[in-house]
């Protein structure tokens, strides 16, 4: 059952030297309504330019850094706390500029939930393929010839919907939607095409390892949780 309200959106752009190629990297970015939005940005648009990026380096779990796996506490974005955090996409295009791009580059985003795939644009109503809103020529070296154009997609489910202050009601509802998305989560797709081809980076949901206890339960009592985790 898909209860969580998932959002989207975070569409920007960066490019470097092989033309007409685009690079995907994934890593798990502060809200973008968080104040610490705009740092962490410009940082990884450094780090994918002079080539340093670590794929998931900033995943709340040190197992997914250096990898495309995710875990739930990446992916879970509230209005309160610290406001948690959303699965980035950044995407890498040399020798372009946005001008040049023009009509000839879109993004997408894919995301399966309890066995259902879903397009965040499409629930928005904007269609599968959207043109970005907040891309940038980026010139990395600082000479003042653009390098390309660099951006970003993410995306992200809402938990505690509907708190706006950090109380212990707010954090029991947050718990309950990080156990649900830790049930029924499962990979993310994102999308770049330009000239009609297609580029995809697919970051893969990593469940929670039960401990040894929990997972002697869930031996003796599979058949009951299966019936009726939905209810």
Not at 145 to 162: F, K, P, T
């Amino acid at each position: 059952m898909k209860r969580l309200m998932c959002i989207a959106i975070s569409v920007m752009a960066v490019t470097a030297v092989n033309a007409n190629l685009v690079q995907l990297y994934l890593d798990t970015a502060p809200n973008t309504s968080s104040p610490l939005w705009p740092a962490f940005r410009a940082a990884a648009e450094a780090a994918i330019y002079n080539g340093t990026f670590v794929n998931q380096a900033n995943s709340n779990d040190s197992g997914n850094v250096g990898t495309l796996n995710y875990s739930v506490d990446d992916y879970m974005v509230y209005s309160f706390g610290d406001l948690g955090n959303r699965l980035h996409a950044f995407y890498y295009i040399p020798g372009e500029t946005i001008s040049s791009l023009s009509g000839r580059f879109q993004v997408s985003i894919e995301y399966e939930y309890d066995g259902v795939w879903y397009n965040p644009y499409e629930e928005y109503g904007w269609g599968k393929w959207v043109t970005p809103g907040s891309w940038i020529n980026y010139d990395g070296n600082g000479d003042g010839v653009i390098d390309g154009v660099m951006g970003s997609m993410g995306n992200a489910l809402w938990g505690a919907y509907g708190y706006s202050s950090d109380t212990p009601e707010a954090q029991a509802a947050l718990a309950a939607d990080l156990q649900d998305a830790e049930n029924y989560l499962g990979n993310t797709r994102f999308l770049a095409r330009l000239d009609s081809v297609t580029y995809e980076l697919t970051a893969l949901h990593t469940p929670a390892i039960p401990e040894p206890a929990t997972l002697i339960l869930l031996g003796l009592g599979g058949l009951f949780l299966g019936k009726f985790k939905k209810a």
